[in-house]
C-alpha cells in the first residue's frame, strides 16, 4: 500500500536549494544526501514486497573539521521533520569494556521519534485541552468550589470507603445559582477580564522516579520506572498552587492535553516513524578506526566498536523501554576528519555498509567570506541582531568581510585547520571591545571596514604566542 508522505513531494533539487541557504559549498555532499533522501521516499511508494528489500543507502563523509558536515545532517532531519539523533562514535567502547554500548544510540532515537509525535498531537488537541482548562478554571474560581476531604484515595483504590458516606446534595435554587455564577465566570475567562485575577488550583506532580540498571550489554540507558511498572495503581499526588488565571490556564491546558493524548497511539507510530524514516549521524567515526595490525592496546577497543557497528547498520532489531526497534530501513550518516587514518582503515565489513562515500573540500577564503554573510542567519547577521538590541547597528563592508576571511584563512593554513570555526573565534575578539562599551554607547551607527579589522586582528594575527591562546 502506498504511503503518502508530507514531503513526498521533495525533489533532489529542491532539498540541495534548502540546504544552499544554510550551508556553503560541498555541493557533491548535498547532492548525495538529497539523493538518499528522495529514495526513502521512493522506497515509500513501492508494493511491500520489493520495498523491504531495499535498503537505505548509508553515507561516509570525509573532510576536515568546521566545513558542514553536521550541519548538513541536522538540517536534513530539519527539513523532513524526521526523527534524528546525533552521536559521537568516541563516546562507545566494545561491549566488555566500560562505556556506552551501540545499541544507546538506537534507544536514543527511540526516544526522539516519541517526543517528536507526542509534541504533534498535543499541538492538535490544545482546543478542547483549552476547553477542559476553561471548565476547570470556573470551578476554582467559583464561591466554595473547595474539595471537602473524603475517604482517602488509596482506601478508595482498595474497596474501603468509597461509597459509605453519600455526599448530600445542594437544594435545587442553590444549584441553578451555582450554575448561573459558573456560566458568567466561563464568560469572564473566554474574554481575558480575569487574567489577572489570583486562583488557587491543584496541579499534578510528576511521579516519575527511575532506578538505573547498572551492568549487562544493552543495559546502560534503561531504566525501570516505578510509575510505569505500578501502571497508575498509585494515585497522582497534586500539588496546591495559587498563581495568576493567565498562569493557571497554561497549567491546565498542559495537563489536559496530556490527559488527551494517547501513549500507546504515540508509541506504536514513534517506532513506525523511527524504523522508516530515522536518520542517525555518527560524527567522529575515525576517531575509532584503527591505525595498524596490533593485538593490544586502544585499537582492540576501537576495532571492537567497528564490529558492534556492524549488525545495527545492516539492519537489526534493537530493544529499548518503549518496544523494539528495527534499523533495517534506518539511515546511518557517518563522518570524520581522517586526517591521520584513512577511510580504508575502517574494519573491510563496515566500510561495506557505507556504499556512498563523499569528500568534503576544505574552505577556502571565497567560501569563508560567503560563509559571514550569505547563509540563513549567518554569523554578521547574528551579532548585528544581538547589537541591535542596544541601538547599536553595525554595518560591515564588503573589504572588511573580505579582510576577515583572509585572516582566517591565513590562521587555517598556519595552524590547526578548523574552517569556519575560525570565524566565531575571530569576529569574536572583532567585536570585544563594541559588544563592551555597546550598553554605555547608546544608539548609533557603527561602521566596520577592512582597516578596523586590520587594526584589531593583525596584531594577534601576527603575535604567535598570543594567537595559540586566542585564535
Known amino acids: 500500500m502506498t504511503v503518502e508522505l508530507p514531503e513526498s513531494n521533495l525533489t533532489p533539487r529542491m532539498i540541495v536549494e534548502y540546504l544552499d541557504r544554510y550551508i556553503v559549498g560541498q555541493e557533491k555532499a548535498k547532492k548525495s544526501v538529497a539523493i538518499a533522501l528522495r529514495n526513502r521516499i521512493r522506497r515509500r511508494r513501492l508494493p511491500e514486497g520489493i520495498a523491504r528489500e531495499i535498503a537505505p543507502k548509508n553515507i561516509l563523509m570525509a573532510g576536515p573539521t568546521g566545513v558542514g558536515k553536521t550541519e548538513i545532517a541536522r538540517r536534513l532531519a530539519d527539513l523532513v521533520k524526521a526523527p534524528f539523533v546525533k552521536v559521537e562514535a568516541t563516546k562507545y567502547t566494545e561491549v566488555g569494556y566500560v562505556g556506552r554500548d551501540v545499541e544507546s544510540m538506537i534507544r536514543d532515537l527511540a526516544e526522539s521519534a516519541v517526543a517528536m509525535v507526542k509534541k504533534r498531537k498535543i499541538e492538535e488537541v490544545q482546543a478542547p485541552a483549552a476547553e477542559r482548562a476553561e471548565q476547570r478554571l470556573a470551578d ?7 474539595r471537602r476531604a473524603s475517604a482517602p484515595d488509596i482506601m478508595r483504590l482498595f474497596g474501603g470507603g468509597a461509597d459509605r458516606e453519600s455526599t448530600p ?16 465566570l466561563l464568560a469572564l475567562l473566554q474574554e ?41 495503581l498509585l494515585p497522582k499526588k497534586n500539588k496546591r498552587r495559587r498563581v495568576k488565571v493567565s498562569e493557571a490556564r497554561r497549567l491546565l491546558q498542559a495537563e489536559e492535553a496530556e490527559k488527551l493524548v494517547d501513549m ?11 524504523a522508516e524514516e530515522g536518520i542517525v549521524f555518527i560524527d567522529e567515526i575515525d576517531k575509532v578506526a584503527s591505525r595498524g595490525a596490533g593485538g593490544s592496546g586502544p585499537d582492540v577497543s576501537r576495532e571492537g566498536v567497528q564490529r558492534d557497528l556492524l549488525p545495527i547498520v545492516e539492519g537489526s532489531p534493537v530493544s529499548t523501554k518503549y518496544g523494539t526497534l528495527n534499523t533495517d530501513h534506518v539511515l546511518f550518516i557517518t563522518a570524520g576528519a581522517f586526517s591521520s587514518v584513512k577511510p580504508s582503515d575502517l574494519v573491510p565489513e563496515l566500510q561495506g555498509r557505507f556504499p556512498i562515500r563523499v569528500e568534503l573540500q576544505p574552505l577556502k577564503r571565497e567560501d569563508l567570506a560567503r560563509i559571514l554573510v550569505e547563509p540563513e542567519n549567518s554569523l554578521l547577521g547574528q551579532y548585528k541582531a544581538l547589537l541591535a538590541t542596544e541601538g547599536v547597528e553595525l554595518e560591515f563592508t564588503d573589504d572588511a568581510v573580505a579582510e576577515i576571511a583572509l585572516l582566517a584563512e591565513k590562521m587555517n593554513a598556519e595552524m590547526e585547520n578548523i574552517g569556519a570555526r575560525r570565524l566565531h573565534t575571530m569576529v569574536e575578539q572583532l567585536l570585544e571591545e563594541v559588544s563592551f562599551e555597546a550598553p554605555d554607547s547608546g544608539a548609533g551607527r557603527y561602521p566596520i571596514d577592512a582597516e578596523f579589522v586590520r587594526e584589531r586582528l593583525a596584531p594577534l594575527v601576527s603575535d604567535g604566542d598570543i594567537r595559540r591562546y586566542l585564535l
Open 140 to 146: 476554582a474560581l467559583l464561591p466554595g468550589s473547595e
Open 192 to 232: 481575558g477580564k480575569l487574567d489577572e485575577r489570583e486562583v488557587e488550583i491543584d496541579v499534578a506532580e510528576s511521579q516519575s522516579v527511575g532506578i538505573p540498571i547498572l551492568g549487562g550489554a544493552g543495559m546502560d540507558s534503561m531504566g525501570i520506572n516505578i510509575g510505569d511498572m505500578l501502571g497508575g
Open 264 to 274: 500507546d497511539a504515540v508509541v506504536r507510530e514513534a517506532l513506525e516513524k523511527a
Open 169 to 184: 446534595q445542594p437544594p435545587p435554587e442553590e444549584e441553578r445559582a451555582r450554575e448561573s455564577t459558573r456560566r458568567k
